[in-house]
C-alpha cells in the first residue's frame, strides 16, 4: 500500500489547513488510517485515526473540537481538516495504514504503511 500526504503549509494562529492522504494499492475495508505528528525534540503523536468503514474515529485530547478526520472511500483519500490552529501544532504531519486493524490504534508501531510528511507551521 501506498500513501501520499499533502497540504501543509504555513498559518496564522487561529486559521485552518486541510490535510489529505491519498492510499492506494489495498483494498481497504479492514484498515484503519491515521495522522501522527512529530515537532522538533519530541516523539511522534497520534493525532486522528478513522476506520475504512467510516463507522469510528478516534482523537487525542488536545485537537478534539479544532481537528475532523475524514474519508473518501470514492477518491480512497483520508482528510484532516484543522481549525483554530495553534503554535503548538507546529510539525511534521505524516499518514499511516493498519491495514487489517480490529480497532484504532494510537501507538505508531501499529502502522505498518507510512506517507511522506508533510510540514505544518503555526505562526504569526
Known amino acids: 500500500v501506498q500513501l501520499q500526504a499533502s497540504g501543509g503549509g504555513l498559518v496564522q494562529p487561529g486559521g485552518s489547513l486541510r490535510l489529505s492522504c491519498a492510499v492506494s494499492?489495498?483494498?481497504?475495508?479492514?484498515?484503519?488510517v491515521a495522522w501522527f505528528r512529530r515537532a522538533p525534540g519530541k516523539d511522534r503523536e497520534f493525532v486522528a485515526g478513522?476506520?475504512?468503514?467510516?463507522?469510528?474515529?478516534l482523537y487525542t485530547d488536545s485537537v478534539k473540537g479544532r481537528f475532523a478526520i475524514s474519508r473518501d472511500s470514492a477518491k480512497n483519500t483520508v482528510y484532516l481538516q484543522m481549525n483554530n490552529l495553534k503554535p503548538e501544532d507546529t510539525a511534521v504531519y505524516s499518514c499511516?495504514?493498519?491495514?487489517?486493524?480490529?480497532?484504532?490504534?494510537?501507538?505508531?508501531?501499529?502502522?505498518?504503511?507510512w506517507g511522506q510528511g508533510t510540514q505544518v507551521t503555526v505562526s504569526s
Open positions: 494499492g489495498h483494498a481497504f475495508s479492514r484498515s484503519v
Open positions: 499511516a495504514a493498519d491495514l487489517a486493524a480490529a480497532r484504532i490504534m494510537t501507538h505508531p508501531g501499529a502502522y505498518t504503511s
Open positions: 478513522i476506520k475504512w468503514t467510516g463507522d469510528s474515529s
